[in-house]
């Protein structure tokens, strides 16, 4: 029962963090974040780390590079809305967001490596060097402008 409510209930947390996240770093509470994390490109690497996991938990069904884009594209955007209310933007958060949001997608990636390789090893012993004598086998093209034969 629980599986079944777990995209809402991440939606829901999503929210609440994606709020906190955007009041603490847009609004006027510039340095709050020392008080939990002391340096402020890690606040903002942890901070994005969470909203991705967040956003892969509410929705589900969705590319996790796309929304891993959406991540890093509203980091961009939280950058944008500090320069334009008159706080400092920098480029380093930029890419501390962007970090964050990408260390999500490194455990992805090396699953999908290791799944390959899983389904490589299920194969059975046969297959796997019938395929390799296949491509041992196969002779070479003929170059351009010479008849086969």
């Known amino acids: 029962?629980?599986?079944?409510?777990?995209?809402?209930?991440?939606?829901?947390?999503?929210?609440?963090?994606?709020?906190?996240?955007?009041v603490g770093m847009v609004g006027p509470f510039q340095g709050v974040e020392e008080a939990f994390v002391p340096w402020d490109k890690a606040a903002h690497f942890i901070a994005f780390y969470g909203l991705t996991i967040l956003m892969f938990a509410a929705f589900p069904k969705r590319r996790r590079l796309d929304l891993t884009t959406i991540a890093v594209l509203a980091g961009c955007g939280?950058?944008?809305?500090?320069?334009?209310?008159?706080?400092?933007?920098?480029?380093?958060?930029?890419?501390?967001?962007?970090?964050?949001?990408?260390?999500?997608?490194?455990?992805?990636?090396?699953?999908?490596?290791?799944?390959?390789?899983?389904?490589?090893?299920?194969?059975?012993?046969?297959?796997?060097?019938?395929?390799?004598?296949?491509?041992?086998a196969k002779p070479a093209p003929p170059p351009e402008g010479v008849a086969a034969g």
């Open 1 to 22: 029962m629980l599986r079944r409510h777990a995209p809402t209930v991440a939606r829901v947390l999503l929210l609440l963090a994606g709020g906190v996240c955007a």
């Open 78 to 136: 939280i950058e944008l809305a500090q320069r334009l209310t008159g706080r400092d933007a920098e480029l380093g958060d930029v890419a501390a967001d962007a970090l964050g949001a990408l260390a999500v997608m490194a455990p992805v990636w090396v699953g999908r490596l290791r799944s390959d390789s899983r389904r490589e090893r299920r194969r059975p012993f046969a297959a796997r060097l019938a395929a390799r004598r296949v491509i041992a």
